[in-house]
């Protein structure tokens, strides 16, 4: 039996009896270990939660009240962190095209910057906080969509672009505080982020003595956290710096299990169980090839192999390939799909104008709605 995140099949049928599906729930005290965890093996290490990975209100409090800090990447970001209080200290805004909106909000916030290419001196605000972010240029054991510490990749500053990006900060008058790597999400080799490590700290003859180093996220769920923030802490000592992470998906995904019925089966060229839950809800697996484990709360003697298809009209709209499940399930079953809590309501849509799903938080006593399940009227409220 796999592990359901804290949260019992009973409470599960519980949660999609009440509030519909599709539905995404969470397990508080999951929620908890994952930054328990994190906070153990990097201890006296700056936590900043990458928002992106699940930027429900919710979760942001409660990472707020944990003394955890936010990484932002758009202004939508931004004001979701100054929305519930996150002050200037717990604010960073990162990304490789911020745009004058962005620029001004993150002036305002008084939030550190990451400068992610030396023609982004100019755009800074009047005496900005500065990590420079820098590209190892290193492969990355991940998908493709998902690396970024490549040398082909968009993001960072080239290692001979940082003596000259370093005198304009200066001469702009900015404070640089120190050097910023991320070289991917969901990387499955740990030995990546050592090399990236090294590479950035042999740029210390080009940098001198830093504030700060942070390292940024990018670890998969069964990562040796240990092992990482020794490199890490390794590579900040050679620059007296102190260690900043930036974890998304490892605080979040084990938290999260999006629940979905079963609508019927059919048997084409292919067999397929077919779910109210598609693409539209967890786009994971149509644009990463991300497997999610699947957990059927139905019984059966027998296990049959099918794909797991979603109600829209596009091939692709598979959660599941080839997977193993309890015979006989009859419409209205449930199904979980676990892992789901990052990136998962995250990157939802409201294609086929499919209201956004539900989403509930056990929190050890009682389900709590913390998102409510989006109107038809609300999806098309831009248009009227
Ligand atoms: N820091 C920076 C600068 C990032 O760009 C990201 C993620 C993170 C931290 C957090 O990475 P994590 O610990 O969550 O791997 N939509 C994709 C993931 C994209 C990640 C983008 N950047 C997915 O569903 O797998």
Redesign the pocket.
């Given at each position: 039996m796999l592990p359901l995140s804290g949260l019992t099949d009973e409470q599960l049928h519980q949660a999609a009896d009440r509030f519909g599906t599709p539905l995404y729930v969470y397990s508080a005290a999951e929620l908890d270990a994952a930054l328990g965890r994190v906070q153990q093996a990097f201890s006296g290490t700056r936590i900043?939660y990458?928002m992106?990975?699940n930027p429900n209100l919710t979760l942001l409090r409660r990472m707020r009240a944990a003394g955890v800090g936010f990484?932002c990447?758009s202004a939508g970001e931004l004001a979701r962190a100054e929305h519930i209080g996150a002050d200037a200290e717990g604010i960073l805004i990162?990304g490789p095209a911020k745009s004058d909106a962005e620029y001004a909000a993150g002036a305002r916030l008084g939030a550190t910057f990451?400068l992610d290419r030396p023609e982004e001196v100019a755009l800074l605000p009047a005496h900005a906080r500065v990590l420079i972010?820098v590209n190892p240029g290193l492969p990355v054991s991940t998908?493709d969509?998902?690396a970024?510490g490549a040398a082909d990749s968009k993001?960072g500053v080239r290692p001979d672009e940082l003596p000259a990006t370093l005198s304009a900060l200066r001469d702009a008058g900015h404070t640089l505080q120190g050097l910023?790597l991320?070289i991917?999400?969901?990387?499955r080799d740990a030995a990546d982020f050592g090399a990236a490590f090294e590479r950035v700290a042999a740029l210390r003859a080009m940098t001198g003595p830093l504030e700060v180093l942070d390292v940024?996220?990018?670890?998969g769920l069964d990562a040796d956290l240990h092992g990482i923030a020794a490199q890490a802490q390794a590579a900040a000592a050679v620059f007296g710096a102190a260690l900043w992470v930036?974890?998304?998906?490892?605080?979040v995904a084990r938290a999260g299990v999006l629940l979905t019925r079963v609508m019927g089966h059919k048997t084409t060229g292919r067999a397929f169980t077919l779910l109210d839950a598609g693409m539209t809800e967890l786009?994971?697996p149509m644009?990463?090839g991300?497997e999610h484990p699947v957990r059927a709360l139905w019984q059966g003697e027998q296990q049959q192999v099918s794909d797991l298809a979603g109600p829209a009209c596009e091939s692709g709209d598979l959660l599941g390939r080839d997977v193993p499940l309890p015979a006989g399930a009859t419409r209205g079953d449930l199904l979980a799909l676990l892992d789901a809590g990052?990136?998962g309501a995250?990157?939802s849509s409201n294609y086929l104008t499919r209201p956004r799903p539900a989403e509930a938080l056990w929190d050890g006593q009682e389900w709590q709605v913390i998102r409510r399940r989006e109107t038809v009227q609300e999806v098309w409220a831009a248009e009227e």
């Open positions: 900043w990458a992106k990975a990484e990447v990162n990451i972010r998908h969509h998902l970024t993001f910023h991320h991917g999400s969901a990387i940024g996220g990018g670890w930036e974890p998304g998906r490892y605080l786009l994971r644009l990463y991300a990052a990136y995250a990157m």
